[in-house]
Structure formats: structure tokens, C-alpha cells
């Protein structure tokens, strides 16, 4: 017998990721059934490994928790309304300084056991290989790897898609970790004070690790391919492809980090997060990579000290984004507009990172609620993270012309600050009390 809410609807939302799975979570609570539908375990992605929903492919953090950061004030009002995903993250955390990260598998599992075990929402494992027919309404949040032949059916109705290249890190065992060089500690301190694992560089082997890097054979696209890399993900060796010293600027940077050994920060230093709460695997922090796998493994173990025996639990690799040109083909409440019974949430419109699509998804959900009550799509203020997100898809934050990309929730999303705020804190410490006091009617 079928599980039905207050409402005779039923919403399809297609596609179980963050985005897929916050929209249900949403839905259902408010007491709206829900059929989601998720392809995994009869197919998968190049890049998917385990069955449940939520996967995190990329990385096992959702970057800073601090709500004086865009992000991680995203964090919090995600909280606020009731997020499954945030409140599964919180439950799997395990430390990472100052940054909420999660055991990929306990938060997956997490995820997938909430879900599954509500009784408005059905869940059925199936590809979707077409968008669902009328009246819907239907959410698709098949994310940035979405399948070529939905792809497809997409793109027959709002015009070719936009796509970019996304890369992951590698990932050791603990055990392969040689201890006798790596230290332990989080940047200033912050967190537990000892949440990393850190491996030092002096000049000569940072520089030796650079020029490696640069002459390293990498994995090809397609002759036929454009390859465009998220500037927030780059590659390692597109990095210093930038210039010898960018690395060390930016995931090698040392900053922070006082070597035990030495009582100074190193020259550049290797992160290591933990990737589950045991602390068997560690991942290496900002070290995606379009390196060919034996390289990786030839590379990383001659030139990063500590992994001189490694033991690689997964390589880094790259991978095609999907996305949308949102605000040429979305309403304002994430539907399209040629076809108003079909809304779009998760990466694929165009926000980028776990949180965001999450956002995306909770948004997506809220606009549904919303015209099965027969009302208009009521926004998040725009001087909210939630707002911004919306702004950025919108096009609202964005110059006139601006061509659309992918982007994290950023401070320059939101609208301009009133009044004189001096220094940088100030100016975040306005803009998360902003946002705070015009949430809280919203979210009632």
C-alpha cells in the first residue's frame, strides 16, 4: 500500500545525491509523498563507489563550519530549517580543525537509513535514462554526473549544457603513514589542535616535488573536449602550472603550522584529513589531480615525505560537470521555464560544493511546497547564504552579460553591506547577523 501524506500529490524527485536527498527529506516532512529514484547499484558513475545515497566523491569535508565564512554560515542556516544532510553530517563528523568533515560511509549510510525508513517516501532503484513525462511535479538532482542519456533529454529541451572538469584526491591508509615524519596539528590550533596529519617540505624538496609534478603524464580529455577546470578545485598540476610558488600558497601553504621538531612552519607542508572516524584512511588535503594512476603512486612516493609507502585506498582522477545555463532556463523557482512542471536542483544548476547543492535542494523542495499550495515561490532573502545561492542562479548576483559559471557560496554573492564596517571580520561578523535576523520569518 502506498505511503501518502495530508496531500494526494506525490513529488518524483530523480537522482539520491545531496541535493535528491534533502529535496525527499523536505518534502516528506511536510508531509508530502515522495518516489525517489536512484540508479545506484545497477549503474554507477565512473566516480561512485558505494550504494547509498549521498555519496561524497570528491572529498569527506564540507569546508569550514565557522559562520563568520559564506559557507559556514550556510551551515547554520541549513540547521535552521532542518536539514537532513547537516544533521547526518554532525552526527558522522570526525576532526578536521575548523572545518565540518564526515566517515564518507557512516554519513551515506546515515542518509540512506533516514530516508528509506520514512514512511512518505518510496524509494526505488532505477536509471532514468529520460525526463519524466507531465504533469509532474518532478525534481531532477541527478547532479553533475548526470547520465549521457538524460543528459540528452535535457538538453533537447532547454539547448546544449555547459560543462566543466572536476578532479579528486587520493586517498592512504593509516598504517602506510611513516609517523616519524608526519606531525600532527590543525592550522592556529583551531579544532582538537592535532586534527591533521602533517608532512614537512624544506625548498629543495618542494621544488624537486613541483618540477615532478609539471612533467608527470597526465590523463587526456577527448580530442573533442574543452577541458575547463572549477577554479575552486584545480588540479595540483594545474597549479603550478601557475607558477612555482602557487602551491605553497594555496594547499601547501605552511601557514600556521609550527613543526614540533623544529618550532618553525615548514617551507610547504602535505595535509592529511582524516577520512573516517577510526582514522584508518587519510586524505590528502586539496591534492586533486589529473595525474595517470602510476604516476601518482610514482610521484607522491618519491617526493611527499611520510608516503614513501604508501598504500593508496583510492587514486585521484577527473571527471566531466553538467550544468545548466540557469538563468537563461530557470524560473525563479529552480522550474523550467518551458516546462514549468520540472525543477532542477543540485550542482547541475550551476552551484558548486556539497553544501550548496544541498541549499539547492532544500530550495527546489520549498518552491514545490509552495505551488502545491497554490501560492508564489517565496525566496530566501536574498541577504541570506540560501539567497545568495538563489541570487547566483538567478543571475541576479552578476553583472549583465556576466557569463554563467559554477560557484561556491561566496560573501560577493550577497548583496552589498549598508554602513561602514571596519576591517574584514567586521564585514563577516555584519553579513552572518544580517543574514541571521532576516532567516528566522522564512524559515517559519
Known amino acids: 500500500m502506498e505511503a501518502r501524506g495530508d496531500r494526494s500529490e506525490r513529488v518524483t524527485v530523480v537522482g539520491a545525491g545531496l541535493a535528491g536527498s534533502e529535496a525527499a527529506w523536505t518534502l516528506a516532512r511536510a508531509g508530502v509523498a515522495v518516489d525517489l529514484l536512484e540508479m545506484?547499484?545497477?549503474?554507477?558513475?565512473?566516480?561512485?563507489?558505494?550504494?547509498?545515497f549521498a555519496e561524497l566523491v570528491c572529498s569527506n569535508s564540507m569546508r569550514s563550519d565557522d559562520p563568520l565564512n559564506a559557507v559556514g554560515l550556510l551551515h547554520e542556516e541549513l540547521r535552521r530549517a532542518g536539514s537532513l544532510v547537516l544533521a547526518c553530517a554532525d552526527?558522522?563528523?570526525?576532526?578536521?580543525g575548523g572545518a565540518l568533515a564526515v566517515d564518507r560511509a557512516a554519513f551515506s549510510a546515515r542518509v540512506t537509513e533516514r530516508l528509506s525508513g520514512h514512511p512518505l517516501v518510496r524509494v526505488e532503484r532505477v536509471e532514468v535514462e529520460a525526463l519524466p513525462p507531465p504533469p509532474g511535479p518532478t525534481i531532477?538532482?541527478?547532479?553533475?554526473?548526470t547520465s549521457d542519456p538524460l543528459a540528452a533529454s535535457l538538453a533537447a529541451l532547454v539547448g546544449p549544457g555547459l560543462a566543466f572538469y572536476d578532479a579528486i584526491a587520493p586517498v592512504v591508509s593509516d598504517e602506510s603513514v611513516d609517523r616519524t615524519v608526519a606531525f600532527a596539528a590543525s592550522r592556529w590550533g583551531k579544532g582538537e589542535g592535532d586534527d591533521y596529519l602533517n608532512l614537512p617540505m624544506d625548498q629543495a624538496t618542494y621544488r624537486a616535488f613541483v618540477a615532478a609534478l609539471l612533467a608527470g603524464e597526465k590523463v587526456q580529455p577527448h580530442g573533442f573536449e574543452e577541458t575547463r577546470y572549477f577554479e575552486g578545485c584545480l588540479p595540483i598540476e594545474v597549479m603550478a602550472e601557475r607558477g612555482e610558488d602557487v602551491l605553497r600558497h594555496g594547499p601547501m601553504k605552511p601557514v600556521g603550522l609550527d613543526d614540533p621538531r623544529t618550532g618553525r612552519w615548514p617551507y610547504a607542508v602535505v595535509q592529511l584529513r582524516r577520512e573516517d572516524v577510526a582514522g584508518t584512511a587519510w586524505n590528502l588535503v586539496g591534492f586533486q589531480t589529473r595525474l595517470t594512476w602510476p604516476e601518482q603512486q610514482r610521484i607522491f612516493r618519491a617526493f611527499i615525505p611520510g608516503l614513501v609507502g604508501a598504500e593508496f585506498q583510492r587514486l585521484g582522477q577527473v571527471h566531466r560537470n553538467t550544468f545548466v545555463d540557469a538563468?537563461?532556463?530557470?524560473?525563479p523557482d529552480q522550474s523550467l521555464r518551458v516546462r514549468p512542471d520540472l525543477f532542477l536542483a543540485g550542482q547541475i544548476t550551476g552551484v558548486e560544493g556539497y553544501v550548496e547543492s544541498?541549499?539547492?535542494g532544500l530550495l527546489a523542495a520549498r518552491?514545490?511546497?509552495?505551488?502545491?499550495?497554490g501560492r508564489s515561490f517565496r525566496p530566501p532573502p536574498e541577504t541570506t547564504a540560501l539567497g545568495a545561492l538563489h541570487r547566483h542562479v538567478t543571475g541576479v548576483a552578476h553583472p549583465e552579460g556576466h557569463p554563467f559559471q559554477p560557484s561556491n557560496v561566496v560573501f560577493a554573492l550577497f548583496p552589498p553591506l549598508s554602513g561602514r564596517h571596519r576591517g574584514k571580520g567586521a564585514r563577516k561578523e555584519a553579513y552572518a547577523e544580517r543574514a541571521r535576523r532576516d532567516l528566522t520569518e522564512w524559515i517559519a
Open 40 to 52: 545506484k547499484p545497477g549503474r554507477r558513475s565512473p566516480v561512485q563507489r558505494l550504494d547509498g
Open 91 to 96: 552526527e558522522t563528523r570526525v576532526a578536521a
Open 140 to 145: 531532477l538532482a541527478t547532479g553533475p554526473l
Open 327 to 331: 538563468p537563461r532556463v530557470l524560473a
Open 358 to 360: 544541498t541549499g539547492s
Open 367 to 373: 518552491a514545490v511546497l509552495d505551488r502545491l499550495a
